[in-house]
């Protein structure tokens, strides 16, 4: 008999496998700002001049990464690293509003029928759809700016309560943009952080 309330079997499992894969997205970022600062002297002056580029690499690897349900891509680091090297305010804007854009598409399968992506019975699907049954946008803002759960059940829950969606693509916009903006700014400033680091 199922006690009620108790955690399924294997929970901690999944929480450690969700911990590693959090540590390796840190590790990777750190490993790329890494050798982006061994080199930086080399390739500053001519990587200078392709910011546009990076801007775009940066805005398109974010798009992909959120349309990417439940599925970790290396956007973070990949976005740390441009902010070494080109205006951190400009690859924060980049990255914010491809990660805004990309959250769409987990807005439409809610929009069409969570079901088939998440069981609605999840706790945490449970306490994101309480969150916008209760403030809505906000909830959206919220999360889009301190992710205290994926946002991918945001956007879910969003699309299953039928909120508008340009209401929500400018919430999680509003949100997500100052968001990259800060990570961006303490990534431009690693170089200083690791100096002395070079073997």
């Not at 910011?51 to 290396?74: D, H």
């Not at 088939?116 to 019975?121: A, P, R």
Request: aromatic content about 14%; hydrophobic content about 55%; charged content about 10%.
């Amino acid at each position: 008999m199922a006690v009620k309330g108790a955690r399924p079997a294997g929970w901690w499992v999944k929480w450690l496998k969700e911990g590693l894969l959090l540590l390796g997205m840190v590790a990777l970022s750190a490993g790329i700002a890494f050798l982006l600062f061994q080199y930086h002297d080399v390739f500053s002056i001519s990587l200078q001049s392709y910011g546009w580029l990076a801007y775009l690499v940066v805005f398109t690897v974010s798009l992909i990464s959120s349309c990417t349900i439940f599925v970790p891509t290396p956007a973070l680091a990949i976005m740390l690293a441009a902010a070494i090297i080109w205006n951190p305010m400009l690859v924060g804007l980049a990255a914010g509003t491809g990660d805004a854009i990309g959250e769409m598409t987990s807005y439409w399968v809610g929009y069409a029928g969570e079901k088939i992506v998440v069981d609605e019975k999840l706790p945490v699907y449970q306490k994101a759809a309480g969150w916008m049954q209760r403030y809505g946008v906000w909830a959206v803002f919220g999360v889009a700016l301190v992710p205290v759960v994926p946002f991918d059940l945001m956007g879910l829950a969003g699309g299953a309560l039928k909120i508008k969606w340009w209401k929500f693509i400018l919430a999680a916009w509003c949100g997500k943009v100052p968001r990259a903006i800060i990570l961006c700014s303490i990534g431009h400033q690693l170089p200083v952080l690791l100096n002395g680091w070079r073997f």
